[in-house]
């Protein structure tokens, strides 16, 4: 079994302090940092770009988990892959030929990860499996943090799981919207082995941040 990592998306940090947001996760023992990118198009929200990712990236050495809730994707992802992210994340159903962006994201020699929204289904990533490096379960409808974990969704991580063993494949598979300390064993359970978290993270116990990325390990 792979290693779970944790992967908590500033959208619910400080904003103000967002550099010293992400030195305190590194040091909390994050390993990897989410970072929600949304476009006011391909879902209801707006967040950050390149140029902020930049300037945070300049100061730390944790990887950046790059999630682009943008659309048309593919005209930006060099402009990320510039910026410092280590993985971009896109959806199938921002992008005219995802084989194209695939392959342009494994071309900047970053991690490709393909997204599936709650009603996403694998089918549409099926024939893509071999050239990504993580599947992204979304377990809300991507936009806001703070919503409720949708169950349903482990389905899709059983059967990437059993297809990844049939193909002998070794993708990662990360889960995203919702986590607790509740449902994070289910997630882990049904295969995932990347949990990202907002909420959780930077407003359970007090904002204590180790004790959560520790507890969301542990259980
Ligand atoms: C939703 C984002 C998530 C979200 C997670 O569109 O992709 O990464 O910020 O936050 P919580 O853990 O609060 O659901
Ligand atoms: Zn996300």
């Given at each position: 079994?792979?290693?779970?990592?944790?992967?908590?998306?500033?959208?619910?940090?400080?904003?103000?302090?967002?550099?010293?947001?992400?030195?305190?996760?590194?040091?909390?023992?994050?390993?990897?940092?989410?970072?929600?990118?949304?476009?006011?198009?391909?879902?209801p929200n707006l967040t950050i770009g390149p140029p902020v990712i930049k300037a945070l990236k300049k100061n730390c050495k944790i990887k950046?988990?790059?999630?682009?809730?943008?659309?048309?994707?593919?005209?930006?992802?060099?402009?990320?892959?510039?910026?410092?992210?280590?993985?971009?994340?896109?959806?199938?159903?921002?992008?005219?030929?995802?084989?194209?962006?695939?392959?342009?994201?494994?071309?900047?020699?970053?991690?490709?990860?393909?997204?599936?929204?709650?009603?996403?289904?694998?089918?549409?990533?099926?024939?893509?499996?071999?050239?990504?490096?993580?599947?992204?379960?979304?377990?809300?409808?991507?936009?806001f943090g703070g919503q409720k974990f949708m169950p349903e969704v482990l389905d899709k991580i059983k059967l990437l799981k059993k297809i990844?063993?049939?193909?002998?494949?070794?993708?990662?598979?990360?889960?995203?919207?919702?986590?607790?300390?509740?449902?994070?064993?289910?997630?882990?359970?049904?295969?995932?082995?990347?949990?990202?978290?907002?909420?959780?993270?930077?407003?359970?116990?007090?904002?204590?941040?180790?004790?959560?990325?520790?507890?969301?390990?542990?259980?």
């Open positions: 079994m792979k290693k779970i990592q944790i992967s908590p998306s500033i959208l619910s940090a400080d904003f103000s302090q967002l550099g010293k947001e992400i030195k305190r996760l590194e040091y909390a023992g994050a390993d990897l940092i989410h970072v929600d990118v949304m476009d006011g198009h391909f879902v950046f988990d790059v999630h682009l809730m943008i659309s048309p994707v593919h005209k930006y992802i060099e402009a990320y892959s510039d910026a410092g992210a280590d993985i971009i994340t896109i959806h199938p159903e921002a992008t005219d030929n995802l084989s194209a962006s695939i392959s342009k994201i494994k071309k900047l020699k970053k991690k490709a990860g393909v997204s599936l929204n709650p009603e996403t289904k694998v089918d549409i990533i099926q024939d893509f499996l071999d050239q990504i490096d993580l599947v992204l379960i979304m377990s809300v409808n991507p936009g990844q063993r049939q193909n002998n494949l070794d993708f990662d598979i990360e889960i995203d919207g919702g986590i607790n300390f509740e449902n994070s064993k289910i997630a882990i359970e049904a295969g995932a082995n990347i949990l990202v978290s907002g909420t959780t993270i930077f407003k359970s116990n007090n904002g204590d941040i180790k004790k959560n990325i520790d507890l969301l390990k542990s259980l």
